[in-house]
């Protein structure tokens, strides 16, 4: 039976991860900060962190698992109240950098044949001239986050370069489903769908409507993760749809899937935007050829499957 550790297990990603490995046949040790014990290897009953390496150490002496994913990140969405301040570089550098390198060390003194997973994000690309990314488009993030993120694909380079270990990055980009956190937009919508059916002046309150995304659904990329750790040497690889949709097209059809007008429920009010990014589309050729990996959902289904589910988790 292979073995896998699935680093923020917790998280969207973590969720739908650990669930399809386990369908797959997999042992999956779950590590999450909001788990007390998060494999019952630890003799010790103490919370695991990821951030001591004698922790990561203990991990790979003892496990040596087929694979680990590290979907860990300290993140926010663009609607939250951000301020880059030391606090944030802190926390950033700490989840998504220290804990990152730790793994990887311990992984070349007690596990070399353990495969790592890491998942970077488009925000690694910041402010880029092209609209569409390619794993070649220049790394030149402009966020505290996208500089962490930076960081990590390039500590596993340098891993897999120096140490011949097998560490590989998915580029990861904006990616749905029914789990996301409330401070999220796909959230935010399917919850103001909900209040407006239960009352008709109900009035959603939503940042700039023309913005644009590349949105996906997040068990999708999850399946990209596991085909990017199957392929026979490791690489860097963008999951993304490549299509460009704005929030304007992404209302319109939440809203319509349940029977509603978006116009007599939605209000554009531009401050509730915290950060203005510039759109991001990814172009997933190389995954596509390599793995033959593919979303298993148009962007309409996408948003009716948010809208379907509702504000119920699964």
């Known amino acids: 039976m292979k073995s896998a550790v699935v680093i923020g297990s917790n998280g969207q990603d973590g969720h739908y991860l650990s669930l399809s490995l386990e369908q797959a046949g997999y042992k999956v040790i779950r590590i999450d900060q909001a788990l007390l014990n998060?494999?019952?290897f630890f003799a010790s009953r103490k919370p695991f962190d990821i951030c001591r390496s004698d922790h990561t150490d203990s991990l790979l002496?003892?496990?040596?698992?087929?694979?680990i994913y590290h979907l860990a990140a300290f993140h926010q969405s663009a609607q939250d109240d951000y301020v880059e301040s030391l606090e944030i570089l802190e926390k950033s550098v700490l989840v998504n950098e220290f804990?990152?390198?730790n793994l990887l060390s311990s992984i070349t003194k007690f596990s070399p044949n353990t495969r790592l997973f890491y998942a970077a994000s488009s925000l690694i690309f910041g402010e880029p001239e092209s609209e569409i990314q390619t794993e070649n488009t220049p790394i030149n993030p402009v966020t505290l986050y996208g500089i962490t993120k930076a960081s990590g694909l390039y500590l596993c380079r340098k891993f897999r370069k120096e140490q011949g270990i097998y560490a590989a990055c998915g580029i990861l980009y904006n990616h749905e489903s029914p789990r996301r956190a409330e401070n999220f937009l796909s959230k935010k919508i399917a919850i103001g769908i909900a209040n407006a059916l239960k009352d008709k002046n109900y009035i959603l309150e939503l940042g700039n409507l023309s913005a644009y995304a590349d949105w996906g659904y997040a068990p999708d990329y999850v399946e990209a993760m596991k085909l990017i750790l199957d392929q026979e040497k490791p690489d860097d690889y963008?999951?993304?749809t490549g299509e460009k949709h704005s929030v304007k097209d992404f209302v319109s059809i939440a809203f319509q899937s349940a029977g509603l007008d978006w116009t007599k429920h939605v209000k554009e009010t531009p401050g509730i935007v915290k950060r203005i990014t510039t759109p991001l589309?990814?172009?997933s050729s190389k995954l596509r050829k390599k793995s033959g990996w593919k979303p298993s959902l148009t962007f309409d289904q996408l948003v009716k499957t948010l809208v379907d589910k509702g504000v119920d988790f699964e």
């Open 61 to 67: 002496k003892s496990l040596q698992p087929d694979e």
């Open 238 to 240: 963008i999951v993304a």
């Open 99 to 101: 804990s990152l390198f």
């Open 38 to 40: 998060p494999s019952d």
């Open 281 to 283: 589309i990814g172009d």
